[in-house]
Structures are given as structure tokens and as C-alpha cells.
């Protein structure tokens, strides 16, 4: 079974602070994505990754930054973090190319709440 | 408009109906769609994906895709209160990256 681990499940950050978010996918998925999910709002990309060190922005980058240095680890990282960016995050994975079948997997989703 | 439209309910179905879930889409181009399921604090977990016009089947769960008019649903017979749920339409855009409806809540009640 495709591994997806977010190794941050519950987070309190204070305004200003720096965060990061670490996600690892087993499956050597080429391609990793960061969402966040708000009431109301669905899921909405922040950024993804199709190869190791390539990055594109997603619909809400703004605050946003990541890095992906190793082909399994994909981190997303907040440089000073506000209220609003207080979330449930989810990371994910899947190949590089679409059709049928090929689908994304959801790491379980970590809850960040900034004071 | 919004790429996938998809009316955020709740829906609220006794236990042993049919629940019938639509998103409509703008992409005229989207070949495939896929049909997660959200329980409340979890992750989505896909359930169906259909990639051609007409149905398809899995147990309890029917996907419909009708490419003329970009709309696509999700049929889940004998409902039970375990469907209960936040169901969420994708389709790949780019990369492979999956842009979400915004997600129906369906409440099974017995």
C-alpha cells in the first residue's frame, strides 16, 4: 500500500514563527502536492513538486514555500506564520502522469493552529 | 465559476435510499474523474474514478460521466449511516495535480 506520513499531526505555532510541515511518500511517486482545507473551501493547492528540486505554484502560494531535495520528502514551509494560515494541511502523492487509474494518495492531514 | 461546482449540501438521505451526488465541471478537455470520501478530521480516500462516458459500477457505488454536458455523479445505493460523509469530485489538471469541487456532506440517518 502507497505510505503518505505527515510526521506533524497537531501543531500550535505563535504568530511570527517559522513552520515547517514534512511529508514522506514510499511509493517513488514522482510527483507531491501540499493542500490546505478550510470549512466551506474544499481543498485548495498550495504548491507541488514533479521532480526532485522542481517546484510550481499552486492556486494560494502566497506565504507559502517548499523544498523537495530528496525524491520521497516534500516540506512545506510557512516563513512567518499568521492566523489565517490556521489549517488542516494535507500532502500528497501520486505519478507523474494522469489517466486512468492513477491516482493521488493523502497523507492523514496535519491540523496547524497559529495564536 | 469555479472549475468543479458541487452543491455543499448537507444531503440528507434515510438509511437504505439511494444518495445521488453531482458536480458539474468547466474543463471541456477533463478526460477522467475521481470520487473521494472524507469522514470528519480524516483525509480523503478515493472511492471511484471514471474515465469514459456512461457508468461505472463498484458494489454499492455507480459513477456517471456525461461529457456533453460536463457533469459527473456519484450514485451510492442502500445508503448506511457509515456513508456518512464529505464526498469531494477531482479531476487531474497539470502534473497530474487533482483541482477538488468543493465537497457534498451527506448525512445517512437511520
Known amino acids: 500500500d502507497v505510505k503518505v506520513t505527515q510526521s506533524s499531526r497537531y501543531l500550535v505555532k505563535r504568530t511570527g514563527e517559522k513552520v515547517f510541515l514534512e511529508c514522506v511518500q514510499d511509493m517513488d511517486h514522482e510527483n507531491m502536492f501540499w493542500y490546505r482545507q478550510d470549512p466551506g473551501l474544499g481543498l485548495r493547492l498550495i504548491y507541488f513538486s514533479y521532480d526532485v528540486k522542481m517546484k510550481e505554484k499552486g492556486d494560494i502560494p502566497e506565504g507559502y514555500s517548499v523544498s523537495r531535495e530528496k525524491k520521497e520528502r516534500f516540506s512545506l514551509i510557512l516563513e512567518s506564520a499568521s492566523t489565517n494560515q490556521t489549517s488542516m494541511y494535507l500532502c500528497a502523492s501520486s505519478l507523474r502522469h494522469g489517466g486512468a487509474g492513477n491516482t493521488i494518495y493523502f497523507g492523514e492531514g496535519s491540523w496547524l493552529t497559529v495564536v | 465559476q469555479k472549475e468543479v461546482e458541487q452543491n455543499s449540501g448537507p444531503l440528507s438521505v434515510p438509511e437504505g435510499a439511494i444518495a445521488s451526488l453531482n458536480c458539474t465541471y468547466s474543463?471541456?478537455?477533463?478526460?477522467?474523474f475521481f470520487w473521494y470520501r472524507q469522514y470528519s478530521g480524516k483525509s480523503p480516500e478515493l472511492i471511484m474514478f471514471?474515465?469514459?462516458?456512461g457508468d461505472k459500477e463498484d458494489g454499492r457505488f455507480t459513477a456517471q460521466l456525461n461529457k456533453a454536458s460536463q457533469y459527473v455523479s456519484l450514485l451510492i445505493r442502500d445508503s448506511q449511516p457509515s456513508d456518512s460523509a464529505t464526498y469531494l469530485c477531482?479531476?487531474?489538471?497539470?502534473?497530474?495535480?487533482?483541482?477538488f469541487g468543493a465537497g457534498t456532506r451527506l448525512a445517512v440517518h437511520p
Open positions: 474543463d471541456r478537455g477533463s478526460q477522467s
Open positions: 477531482a479531476h487531474p489538471g497539470g502534473y497530474n495535480k487533482l483541482i
Open positions: 471514471i474515465y469514459s462516458n
